[in-house]
Structures are given as C-alpha cells and as structure tokens.
C-alpha cells in the first residue's frame, strides 16, 4: 500500500500543476480574447503552439502515430476545437470562477456518454448524484436570473454548459489518448488539429496581432502545451478516478486569478453551486468504484 501511494505522488503533484497551469492559461486567453478578439486568440494559440510542439518531436524524435493512434488525435482535437471556441466565449461574459464552477458537471455527463458510447451501466446512486449536480447548477444559475447580471451573461451559462458535454467527451478519449501516445505526441497533435480546424476561417477573421499582445500568445501557446503534457503524462501513469478529483482545484485558482487580473469577485451563488457539483461528482465517483469493487469480487 505505502509503494502505491508513493508511485501515485508524482503523478498526483503533476496533475495538480497541470490544472493550475490550465487556469492561468485561461487568464492569458481571457486577456488576449479581449485584446484581439476571440478567433484571433484561438488561432494564434494554435499557430504558436504547434510550432512548439513540432520543435520538440523533432528534438526528441517522437515516433509518427499509426493510423488508429492519429484517428483518436484527429477526434480529440476536433473535439477540444469546439470546446475551446464556446469555453473561451463564455469566459469573456461571465467571471472566471463561475465557468470553471459550471463546466465541473462535465464529470458527470461522462457517466451518461460512457453508457452511450462504451455500453457502461449508470447505477442509482450514479442517477442521484447527477440530479444533485443539477441543483448545483441551478444554484448558479439562480444569480443570473435575480437581476444582478447582465442578461449576456445567461448565453455564457449555455455555451459553457455545451462546452462541458464535449468535456465530458473529450475525458472518454483522453483515457484511451493517454495510454498511447507521449505527452509530447499528444499536445503536438491537439494543437495541430485545432490548428487545421481554426484555419478554415483564416482567410477571412485573421490578423496579424499587435506588438503588445504577442507576449500573451506566447504566454497562452506555453501554458495550453505545457499543462496538456503535464495531465497526458499524469493520465498514463494513475487511474483516472484518482485523479479527475484534482481538477476541482481549478476553481480556487480560477477564482485568485481571476481577481488578481480582472478584478472579478466570486458570488456566494456561484461558491454553493459549485460545492453542489462537486459532492455530485465525488459521490458519482464513489459509486463507479464500488460497482467497480462488486464485479471484479463476483469474478475473484
């Protein structure tokens, strides 16, 4: 027991600098989003980071992926694309803190994707975990409707809450992701193919960004990579379930950060709903271990 949870500290500490780094990009994004629109962002991010990723293949002469490897890369990056797009603007019209709170019930879609999608079974205590995640998400959703907020704001609950289903899918791939590819191969690619997806629209939306921004899309391009390396890596070496309870930990830093750059304040709505969710997600969590625990004891 003392060897496995030694060999599960390394991983633990680097999943908790991944989602850190994950927050303070969103920052950067939010910053940049607001200095040269939201595509431009999105794109330059993309430009910058693929460059790095393809600098450091090179470097450390990572393998070409066979093809059933690169159909998982393709997904997930058409995937991550889309969900960046409606993350990144529901950000520009609702505090940091409150997206990060809202898009926490991704976890929990999962549990229903994952019996759409891989046939799992969803049990009862699954089901009411689920409801109370929706009681969280009403709770947030309360402040946005008592007249305190702008009515914008209503249509950044839908986009982050449609971002959070492709999170929740975006979580099923990155398992099978995670077990093989190389974090290196793995942030290259998404980068890539969320290159490939942005630049449909190049000719039309893109710009060349101005002098002062370029260090926020360095900036954003590092952190998206590096945090993306940090969570493939971690991924690979503990289970999952262990590890999904550490994103949570966004929400502090979403919060610090988002009052230390925007001087946004962290509603007690927002604080209840997210505790809400969070409990839904570790009871949910719970439940798949112990259903877990009672078919690997009826096959012992």
Known sequence: MARDQGGFAIPFVICCVGVALFSVMDAAMKGLSLA???????????????????????????????????????LRGTVVAAMALLFFWSILRLPLAEAIALSFIAPLIALYLAALLLKEKVGRQAVGASLLGLVGVAVILSGKLSGRYEADALLGVLAVLGSAVLFAWNLIIQRQQAQVASPIEVAFFQHLVMLAVFSTCAPWLAILPP?????????????????????????????????????????????????????????????????????ACLIAARSKRAELAHVEAGTA
């Open 36 to 74: 040269i629109g939201l595509y431009n962002a999105l794109f330059w991010r993309a430009v910058t980071g693929t460059l790095l990723g393809l600098a450091l293949m090179l470097l450390t002469r990572q393998r070409w992926p066979t093809r059933q490897v690169l159909r998982i890369h393709l």
């Open 211 to 279: 002098t002062g921004a370029v260090p926020l899309v360095l900036l954003a391009a590092t952190l998206a990579f590096t945090s993306l390396a940090a969570l493939a890596w971690a991924y690979a070496r503990a289970e999952a379930q262990r590890l999904i309870p550490v994103e949570y930990s966004a929400f502090l830093w979403a919060a610090i950060v988002g009052w230390l750059a925007f001087g946004e304040r962290v509603t007690l709505t927002t604080m209840a709903g997210a505790l809400l969710i969070v409990v």
